[in-house]
């Protein structure tokens, strides 16, 4: 199906070429061969130990799938895998790392842990995309070695850590959640908001939310995440609406009395069930098993904020923008518009720059209260507020629909 081909080609092996151009363009910057004394595991970053936990899974996975002669399910989770969790979230929270600064443990276990993905995925797919696989063995590799040449990766059970995999996968939940709630209201990810509320349905979720709240506020942009009890009734109030498609095979002449005895379920009922899954309920002297899967479970809008639920996990996202929140969104915004700026004039990545802004009333108090921030990001060694003249350094940046100019130059 040349459709499925198109697909396959826009989301893995272009996802893969843009994460491996990634790596590539800061190792050679760097001078990171691959051939550096490793870094010790237990050493590193709960986010590398994730991901090399996730891939001897995935190594694990694609073997037991090509040994049972189902190489659609293993080429369908290396996609998963570089996809949605090497891609989309390693490389995306790890970003910084690769940036600037001098080589030191932490950039080391980077390049390393990205190396390693990298080249056991080549090796993995070897199988079902021998062409791909082979140039990005290669190119990983800086040698004509074909990848066919070598032995198929094992698995590392030691390094398989299921509970951190489920706290990430927990991490991932949220913050799609909250994406997912901004975009609902247009509000862009740049735009910074103040407060994500997260009702815990037991002490189990409650540590893996306080272990993962960095992440979670780094990449929602959010300023606070606040862990509630579930049944706080103050905080989020939750209904339920049956599923009728699947009650009624289930429970038969009986569905209509189950559908009344889950509409009125309370709060702390609702709560057991996120919880447990399933809830018994009493219909005519009769025990009825409800599973979560049987509903949907719905939380109520608060005034100023927005709410979602997916299976056991809720989130309250308020949404007001105060004018301290404005001020650093538009900060942000600036940062976006002069980084493609340089990329549009061919600036390298290690180039100084010089900034000067014309007055404008949207952009001159987030000059002044964010130049540190401003001028770190895009490499500014002066940032200012002052006559712009017009000549060919100077551009015109659409901000939030108003056009504000601004003279960029090189630093000598």
Not at 226 to 240: A, N, P, T, W, Y
Not at 303 to 329: C, F, H, K, M, Y
Request: glycine letters at 4%; proline letters at 3%; charged letters at 30%.
């Amino acid at each position: 199906d040349e459709a499925g081909v198109q697909e396959v080609s826009r989301k893995l092996f272009s996802t893969l070429y843009n994460t491996y151009s990634f790596f590539a363009l800061y190792a050679n910057v760097d001078g990171f061969t691959g051939a550096e004394p490793a870094v010790d595991m237990k050493s590193l970053p709960e986010i590398d130990r994730w991901i090399l936990s996730l891939l001897n899974s995935l190594v694990k996975e694609v073997e037991e799938a090509l040994e049972d002669y189902e190489p659609t399910k293993a080429a369908r989770a290396i996609s998963e895998f570089v996809c949605d969790n090497l891609s989309n979230w390693y490389v995306r929270l790890n970003r910084k790392r690769f940036w600037g600064g001098e080589m030191n443990a932490d950039k080391l276990a980077a390049y390393q842990t990205l190396y390693k993905c990298l080249v056991t995925v080549a090796k993995l797919m070897a199988p079902v995309s021998p062409f791909f696989a082979d140039r990005l063995y290669r190119d990983l590799n800086r040698s004509d070695r074909s990848v066919h040449l070598e032995l198929f990766p094992e698995a590392d059970l030691a390094m398989i850590d299921k509970e951190l995999e489920d706290r990430m996968h927990l991490a991932q939940t949220v913050t799609s959640m909250v994406l997912a709630l901004r975009r609902k209201a247009e509000i862009k990810v740049r735009q910074p908001l103040q407060k994500i509320l997260v009702p815990a349905v037991d002490d189990r979720q409650c540590k893996a939310l306080e272990a993962i709240k960095g992440l979670i506020l780094s990449e929602v942009n959010v300023k606070e995440l606040e862990i509630v009890g579930d049944d706080d009734k103050s905080i989020l109030v939750k209904r339920v609406k049956p599923d009728f498609k699947k009650l009624g095979p289930k429970f038969g002449k009986q569905m209509k009395q189950v559908a009344a005895a889950i509409q009125a379920l309370g709060q702390q009922e609702i709560s057991c069930l996120e919880r447990d899954g399933k809830i018994t309920l009493m219909i005519d002297g009769t025990e009825a098993s409800v599973d979560a899967a049987d509903v949907e479970i719905i939380s109520e809008d608060i005034p100023g904020w927005l709410v979602a639920n997916e299976g056991n996990v809720t989130v309250a996202l308020d949404i007001t923008v105060t004018p301290s929140l404005r001020q650093e969104g538009v900060a942000r915004e600036i940062v976006n518009r002069v980084q493609n700026l340089r990329k549009s004039r061919d600036y390298q990545i290690t180039d100084r720059i010089n900034i000067v802004f014309a007055a404008s009333q949207l952009t001159d108090d987030a000059v002044a209260g964010y130049a540190d921030y401003i001028s770190r990001q895009v490499l500014a060694d002066t940032l200012a507020v002052g006559e712009v003249a017009d000549d060919e350094l100077t551009e015109v940046l659409d901000i939030d629909g108003i056009d504000v100019k601004v003279r960029i130059t090189l630093s000598k």
